[in-house]
Every structure is written in structure tokens, then in C-alpha cells.
């Protein structure tokens, strides 16, 4: 385990709660936030990602937006964060639906095609992956830009997917 990987895992059994697969993170990831242990985060994910020529880095609202913009920063780069209402504002758009089961309900995620272009190197970024929801609105909405999905990147990934880079996943956490 990396020194990223072991620093949030004591700051889990720290500050945080493990209940079964619910991990409670507000006091330093999404709700309270630290922003050092984000730069923590932030610099081995943008270590992994540093050579693989990325264009965007592509988020959802809201926990998302503070490691996106940390990694994005680091990267040189801007980053997208796909809106959960469309504002009045957006013109032509892309859009496309996922289903919070942790949640139990539907968003649909807009991004505007100001912002992603047809051919660009796409780097998704969430807090948590569960059940893979986002991600995968994430890439409905990268293929409609005709855009490239590069790689996807995780604070804690809840899932059994292995094809996605993540600080700590939950057998970490056993
Ligand atoms: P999925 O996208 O991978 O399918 O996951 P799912 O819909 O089941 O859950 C995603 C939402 O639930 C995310 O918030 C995520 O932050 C939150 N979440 C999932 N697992 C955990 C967990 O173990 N602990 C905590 N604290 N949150 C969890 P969101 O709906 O995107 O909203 P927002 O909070 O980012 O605004």
C-alpha cells in the first residue's frame, strides 16, 4: 500500500465510520473537506495519469469537483464537472441518466458541448465508485462527444471492477 493509500486509511479508522460497504467520510472528504489530504490524493493519481497525454478531466457534482480540480491543476489542465440540473444558460448539451442506489433515485448529468470536443483525452474522476453508475453516464456522455476515455480514477472503490485506478478499495478497508 502507497503512502496516499495508508495515510487516508488511518484517516478513515481516524475520523471516519465503516459500516458494512457505507463508509462515512464527512469529516475530511465530502462534507467537511481537507484539502491536503485531497493534494495527497490528488498527486499519485496525477503521477498515474501523467504521461497518458489527458485533454479534460471529467467529473460529476458535487464531492467529485475538489480531486478533479486538484488533479487537473497538477495535470495543467481544465476540468469538467457534468451538472445534475441543466441551467438556463446551456445551450446545446449532452446528456445522460444514472440510477443512485445508494441513493435510490435518478439524475440525469449535463455537460455542455462547449466544453468536451469530439477527439479529446477524457480522465474520469469520482470520490466513490459503487455501482458504477456515474461512470458509466460519464461515458455515455463521452461517446456522444465522440470524445476518448482514457482512464478512470477513484478515491475508494466499492466495487469487484479492477479496470479502474483507486487509492483504497473496500478489502483495504476489512
Ligand atoms: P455509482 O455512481 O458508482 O453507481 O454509485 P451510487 O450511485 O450507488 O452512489 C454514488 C453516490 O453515493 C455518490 O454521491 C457517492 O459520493 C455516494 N456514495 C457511494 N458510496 C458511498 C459511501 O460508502 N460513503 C459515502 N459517504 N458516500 C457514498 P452522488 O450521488 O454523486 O452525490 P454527491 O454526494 O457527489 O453530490
Redesign the pocket.
Known amino acids: 500500500m502507497n503512502y496516499a493509500a495508508q495515510t487516508l486509511l488511518e484517516r478513515i479508522k481516524r475520523d471516519g465510520q465503516i459500516n458494512g460497504?457505507?463508509?462515512?467520510?464527512?469529516q475530511f472528504?465530502?462534507h467537511m473537506v481537507d484539502p491536503a489530504l485531497i493534494d495527497l490524493l490528488a498527486t499519485d493519481i496525477a503521477a498515474q495519469f501523467a504521461e497518458k497525454s489527458i485533454d479534460k478531466v471529467l467529473t460529476?457534482?458535487?464531492?467529485?469537483i475538489m480531486l478533479a480540480q486538484a488533479v487537473a491543476g497538477m495535470l495543467g489542465i481544465s476540468f469538467i464537472y457534468a451538472k445534475?440540473k441543466r441551467p438556463l444558460t446551456m445551450g446545446e448539451h449532452y446528456a445522460a441518466a444514472?440510477?443512485?442506489?445508494?441513493?435510490e433515485e435518478s439524475?440525469t448529468l449535463y455537460v455542455s458541448k462547449e466544453v468536451l470536443h469530439p477527439r479529446e483525452r477524457v480522465l474520469f474522476i469520482?470520490?466513490?465508485?459503487?455501482?458504477?453508475?456515474?461512470?458509466?453516464?460519464a461515458e455515455e456522455i463521452i461517446d456522444q462527444a465522440e470524445a476518448m476515455l482514457v482512464g478512470s480514477a477513484v478515491i475508494?472503490n466499492?466495487?469487484p471492477r479492477r479496470d479502474i485506478y483507486a487509492i483504497l478499495t473496500l478489502d483495504d478497508l476489512q
Open positions: 460497504e457505507v463508509i462515512k467520510v464527512d472528504l465530502n460529476a457534482e458535487s464531492s467529485g445534475k444514472s440510477y443512485s442506489f445508494t441513493k439524475t469520482d470520490d466513490f465508485l459503487a455501482k458504477g453508475s456515474t461512470l458509466k453516464a475508494i466499492k466495487s
